[in-house]
């Protein structure tokens, strides 16, 4: 999830809440758990229709030498309800 402050000065905050951050450019970043992400849809009416896949890339930034692992949640939901 995404969403930009219009606020420079903003840039300063690094950690609003558990889990819930905002970047240098002003983009505010929730990461989610498989479970919450599941515990959310579910009780919304939706299921998965098929099992919730984490997937894990290392990316480099060649400029400051870092390697920097990232994570994608993959999942499909049904609505039920």
């Not at 994608?72 to 609505?79: G, N, T, Y």
Request: contains cysteine.
């Amino acid at each position: 999830t995404h969403q930009r402050f219009g606020n420079k000065s903003s840039r300063s905050i690094r950690k609003l809440q558990e889990n819930f951050y905002v970047r240098g450019d002003g983009t505010c970043v929730y990461y989610f758990t498989p479970k919450t992400l599941l515990q959310l849809f579910e009780t919304s009416g939706f299921r998965a229709s098929e099992p919730v896949r984490v997937h894990t890339r290392q990316i480099l930034n060649r400029k400051e030498d870092v390697a920097m692992d990232r994570r994608w949640i993959q999942a499909e939901f049904e609505f039920t309800g």
